[in-house]
């Protein structure tokens, strides 16, 4: 967190200068996963702020600086049951026993989006923003959470936990795009769905992040 509010406090900064009209803090949840047909859905939080610079008409743009928690489940993986020696156990019947494996990913962002707005005017001061733009992110921390994996030894078996970004062959890099629209009120207040889409693979097994989430923004407006 202490990463998030400096690389947050640096963006804020450097951007001071783009004449930027609002400041935007943005906080929302909801699912991520990944493309993999396999994975299970987990929960997302995104938390921060970013600068909106309006343009001609009613378009605008708008960088902003994130943490964003993404991740995904891979839950019932039927696995093979070993003894210590990693031999496979067979029932009476000469059938191989299997247990199941569970496994629990979330990987922490500082997300980085340059979002290109268009705000539709439904009556005075309320808006429909639709938004669309590209996105880059670093991971800076996380976990995988192993349950019943039979190819460990000893307590490992029943759980275990590992640095996600420390894995072989995990990408720490991440991009695509976001898109989203959210209907805004007073000139203050914004609620929208968003949705980021990831062209980098996660790791080695060809595996992208999505995720959807809901959004609360407050609009600060700092300049004409």
Same mark, same amino acid.
């Given at each position: 967190?202490?990463? &998030?509010?400096?690389?947050?406090?640096?963006?804020?900064?450097?951007?001071? =200068?783009?004449?930027? *009209?609002?400041?935007?803090?943005?906080?929302?949840?909801?699912?991520?996963?990944?493309?993999?047909?396999?994975?299970?859905?987990?929960?997302?939080?995104?938390?921060?702020?970013?600068?909106?610079?309006?343009?001609?008409?009613? #378009? =605008?743009?708008?960088?902003?600086?994130?943490?964003?928690?993404?991740?995904?489940?891979?839950?019932?993986?039927?696995?093979?049951? $070993?003894? *210590?020696?990693?031999?496979?156990?067979?029932?009476?019947?000469?059938?191989? $026993?299997?247990?199941?494996?569970?496994? @629990? &990913?979330? !990987?922490?962002?500082?997300?980085?989006?340059?979002?290109?707005?268009?705000?539709?005017?439904?009556?005075?001061?309320?808006?429909? *923003?639709?938004?669309?733009?590209?996105?880059?992110?670093?991971?800076?921390?996380?976990? $995988?959470?192993?349950?019943?994996?039979?190819?460990?030894?000893?307590?490992?078996?029943?759980?275990? &936990?590992?640095?996600?970004?420390?894995?072989?062959?995990?990408? $720490?890099?991440?991009?695509?795009? @976001? !898109?989203?629209?959210?209907?805004?009120?007073?000139?203050?207040?914004?609620?929208?769905?968003?949705?980021?889409?990831?062209?980098?693979?996660?790791? @080695?097994?060809?595996?992208?992040?999505?995720?959807?989430?809901? &959004? #609360? @923004?407050?609009?600060?407006?700092?300049?004409?």
């Amino acid at each position: 967190m202490k990463q &998030t509010a400096l690389l947050l406090s640096l963006f804020l900064v450097a951007f001071s =200068s783009v004449s930027a *009209q609002r400041i935007n803090f943005k906080v929302g949840g909801g699912l991520a996963s990944h493309y993999d047909g396999s994975a299970r859905s987990i929960g997302a939080l995104k938390l921060g702020a970013s600068y909106e610079h309006e343009l001609s008409g009613n #378009f =605008s743009i708008e960088p902003g600086a994130y943490f964003y928690v993404k991740g995904y489940e891979d839950k019932d993986e039927r696995v093979f049951m $070993r003894d *210590q020696d990693g031999n496979i156990l067979y029932d009476d019947e000469g059938n191989a $026993r299997t247990g199941l494996k569970n496994t @629990s &990913t979330n !990987a922490n962002y500082i997300e980085i989006p340059v979002m290109f707005n268009y705000y539709l005017e439904v009556s005075p001061l309320n808006y429909i *923003q639709f938004s669309a733009g590209p996105y880059v992110a670093y991971g800076v921390g996380g976990n $995988r959470k192993v349950r019943g994996d039979t190819d460990k030894e000893d307590a490992e078996r029943f759980f275990y &936990t590992k640095k996600i970004f420390n894995e072989k062959g995990v990408n $720490r890099f991440d991009g695509g795009i @976001s !898109a989203g629209v959210a209907y805004e009120f007073s000139r203050m207040f914004a609620v929208g769905v968003e949705a980021d889409f990831g062209v980098f693979n996660f790791n @080695s097994d060809g595996a992208k992040n999505i995720s959807g989430i809901i &959004t #609360f @923004s407050y609009k600060l407006r700092v300049g004409d």
